[in-house]
Nanobody
Framework: QVQLVESGGGLVQAGGSLRLSCAAS????????MCWYRQAPGKQLELVAA???????NYVDFVKGRFTISRDNAKNTVYLQMNNLSPEDTAVYYCNADLIATQKMTLYNVWGQGTQVTVSS
């Protein structure tokens, strides 16, 4: 069974930093794309950043210059370094991955449980 486990969320002051981690476990053949989403109270789920296995990265405009996504393919882990945090960044952050499991060579989309990020002013 493939699972994504997130960590690193917490409470920080505005201008502070957090580093989120998401580790994929199970019988994984490959992970094509790993992404970070977030959902603030009363708002829709939105994409934050994405990274391919080859190192390509993409960001939405409201986090460019502040957030950095990176991957450690040997550990099946994706990170999100968040700097200069604003109260507007307060949300539950979810890890998402498009991957191929070894027991069935087809594409799966897997979600993590989410980790709370709260930024105080």
């Amino acid at each position: 069974q493939v699972q994504l486990v997130e960590s690193g969320g917490g409470l920080v002051q505005a201008g502070g930093s957090l580093r989120l981690s998401c580790a994929a476990s199970g019988n994984i053949f490959s992970i094509n794309v790993m992404c970070w989403y977030r959902q603030a109270p009363g708002k829709q789920l939105e994409l934050v950043a994405a990274a391919t296995s080859r190192g390509s990265t993409n960001y939405v405009d409201f986090v460019k210059g502040r957030f950095t996504i990176s991957r450690d393919n040997a550990k099946n882990t994706v990170y999100l370094q968040m700097n200069n945090l604003s109260p507007e960044d307060t949300a539950v952050y979810y890890c998402n991955a498009d991957l191929i499991a070894t027991q069935k060579m087809t594409l799966y989309n897997v979600w993590g449980q989410g980790t709370q990020v709260t930024v105080s002013s």
